[in-house]
């Protein structure tokens, strides 16, 4: 039942969550356009070689293993904070749900 009215959340939110993106994409499409009004484009393009380079240097000196192991690491902390996403809206959509229907859930063995 919570996985249903989760769906139905999901579903309703979805409009809302498309506008906002449309309204970050628009926000960030602006921003670009005032760096390229700061900055010219010889020092965007020698920042972008100098990040590549960095990145090329720290791949350099760590051992493959170590990049691997970060990888994992960093998909299972995503993993973690996922879990406590779902564990947060199925509180939510329980504390929705009418005290009666809690009650009613609620088996009692008397014998």
């Known amino acids: 039942m919570a996985e249903h009215m989760a769906e ?3 579903a309703e939110a979805r409009p809302q969550a498309q506008e906002e993106q449309a309204e970050a994409r628009e926000e960030v499409r602006k921003m670009k356009a ?4 700061l900055f010219p484009e010889e020092f965007v393009e ?3 070689n100098a990040r590549r380079e960095m990145r090329a240097a720290w ?3 760590l051992p493959d293993a170590f990049w691997e192991h970060r990888r994992a690491a960093r998909r299972e ?4 904070v996922r879990s406590l996403v779902d564990a947060t809206i199925d509180r939510l959509i329980e504390a929705e749900e ?6 009613a859930r609620r088996k009692i063995d008397v014998t």
């Open 8 to 10: 139905e959340m999901a």
């Open 77 to 80: 902390m995503l993993l973690a």
């Open 98 to 103: 009418p005290k009666q229907q809690r009650r």
């Open 46 to 48: 020698h920042s972008r």
């Open 34 to 37: 005032r760096m390229r009004a």
């Open 59 to 61: 791949r350099s000196l």
